[in-house]
């Protein structure tokens, strides 16, 4: 998948709508001063720098397979504890997270079950394992496959991923052992200037909107741009996204 790219592309294209995700997440998790969390799948150090506003740089520790998000969090946040590595084969002991996170992780992971007990086992029991992925239907880059659909049916099979169904991530966590205490949504609400500040970011490759867009001919993705012009509401837009959420405090 798409996600060896440079922090600022990530942040114009996903950031835009991972940053306040990320704040109403930490919100709704509220870790208590002095807890240790990890966050699976960091990119560029989005969740990770909310974290650390809330608990400081030395109770964190960051992972993601992808090298150029691992450089730019060591370049952005130099104490963080970040590794190299996936949710798979966490590169941590057992039990020594008070807090592990996933924002927008779970569907990307090769093995979510497997990830997903990862994180069990890097929480101390009480502590809370917690994942979000945007919903199937009301993502924010939405209007994009709607407009993939309308042109090339079939087209939004491609972000049909795991977690993004209702109770799927709730499903993912109960197969890895997890009891699930919450089970929720979370909505952002994002302006974009204009429609060329919304669209230029979809050709940076990244996420499976990236990568899909890039499979495109030239002439079918105008065609593709000028659907979404239609699709979309009047500049500045607002863009919405709803995200799922589920928790799991480790028995
Ligand atoms: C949509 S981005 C989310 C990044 C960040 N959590 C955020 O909210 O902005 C998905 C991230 O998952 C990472 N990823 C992909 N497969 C993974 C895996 N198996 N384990 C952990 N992270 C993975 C990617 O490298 C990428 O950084």
Redesign the pocket.
Known sequence: ?G??VTADA?ASF??RF??P??RQLVDLLDPAPGDRAL?????????TAVLVDRLGADRLSA????PS?VQAVRALLPEVDVRD????ELPFGDEVFDLAT????VP????PVR?LSEMRRVVRPGGLVAACAWDLDRGPVRVLWRAADELFPGASAAIDLPGARDGQLAELMTTAGLDVQLATTLTVRVQIATFEEWWAPFSFGI?PAGEYVATLTDGDRERLRVRCVDLLPDEPLEIVGVARVATSRRA
Do not use: K, R
């Not at 996933?102 to 992780?105: E, F, G, R």
């Open positions: 998948m996600f060896d990530y996903m950031g991972s940053e995700l990320a966050d699976v799948g960091c990119g560029p150090g989005t969740l992972v993601d397979p992808s998000f590595g996936a949710a798979e996933a924002q927008l992780v990307f992971m090769t093995d990830g996420g």
